[in-house]
């Protein structure tokens, strides 16, 4: 049966003895497994104001989701304690940014816009030499990008793009196409993936929060600094029954008898979040199979566990000793 943007295979409930929805977290359990999307300033390193947030929040380890340059402002999300397992998985996730581009040249708005328009899609490009990748060339896709105010040569922009693109040559790239030159001005990330620039919070809005905690006992401003790690999983989601979960938390596949609910558009061979019903990221996931497949197929694995979130222990252990651990 297909409700909005899911199949659901099985209709049932979820024990409220075991787990707990991520919202209704205490804050040591939101510190062990939260995100804070912090308001990078021009200047320091995402590796330094990871440290910082780490320090601030007194987390025994933090990490971010894709790098800014120190000249770039704009969303930065960092993982806290646990939540930096699925870290990785969130730097594939899709980004946004608004930057002023400079012409050296003047150009018309109508062939500026044309010449966006010619990169929008599937371009390739070369890092620029000073990278942290490999300088060959390679894919990467532009989903929108068009721009949003003129002012003689300096062009404001908006970009949305596969992870990993680097803008400052997507400028560059642009000037040549025009046959004008040009370079990147200025920089903002406005989004990662499912963070967006309004979720985001100062260093200074994260310490205040964490003394009015520590202080007053006052929570509030917390939770509005430090997020559940849920909300920043862009992954597709198949939720899973409550007599799966512990089975996978031990590394197993996930069977299909073990599935509740599926998001469409699940394809074969990406990752997705496996969910409990209560909403809490059990694993991330290699998927075997698409929706609709792991809809009607009734044996068999949908997917592989990639990456166990969730805590050993947390729902019960259902399956016995002598069978083979399949979700």
Known sequence: MKEGGTIVKVDEGTDPKHGKK????????????????????CGPSSHEVTAWAR?????????HSGTLDPHVSGVLPVGLNSATKAMGFLLKSKKEYVGIMQLHRNVKEGDVKRAFEAFTGEIRQLPPVRSAVRRRERKRKVYYMEPLQYKGREVLFLVG???????????FDIGRHLGVGANMLELRRTRAGALTEK??????????????????????????????????????????????????????????????????????????????LKGELVCIARSEMGSEGMAAGMKGIAARTARVIMEKGTYPKMWKTSEKKEG
Do not use: Q
């Open 22 to 41: 991520p919202e209704e977290r205490s804050i040591d359990e939101l510190l062990r497994l939260g995100v804070t999307v912090i308001d990078k300033p």
């Open 55 to 63: 320090k601030i929040v007194g987390a025994e380890k933090a990490g």
């Open 161 to 171: 793009c596969e992870a990993g693109t680097y803008i400052r040559k997507l400028c």
């Open 199 to 276: 979720m985001s919070v100062t260093l200074h809005d994260l310490s205040d929060a964490v003394w009015l905690w520590k202080e007053r006992n006052d929570e509030k401003a917390l939770r509005r600094c430090v997020l559940p790690l849920e909300a920043a999983v862009d992954l597709r989601r198949v939720w899973v029954r409550d007599s799966a979960v512990e089975s996978l938390c031990s590394g197993a596949a996930l069977a299909l008898p073990g599935i509740a609910r599926i998001e469409l558009g699940v394809m074969p061979g990406e990752s997705i979040a496996l969910m409990s």
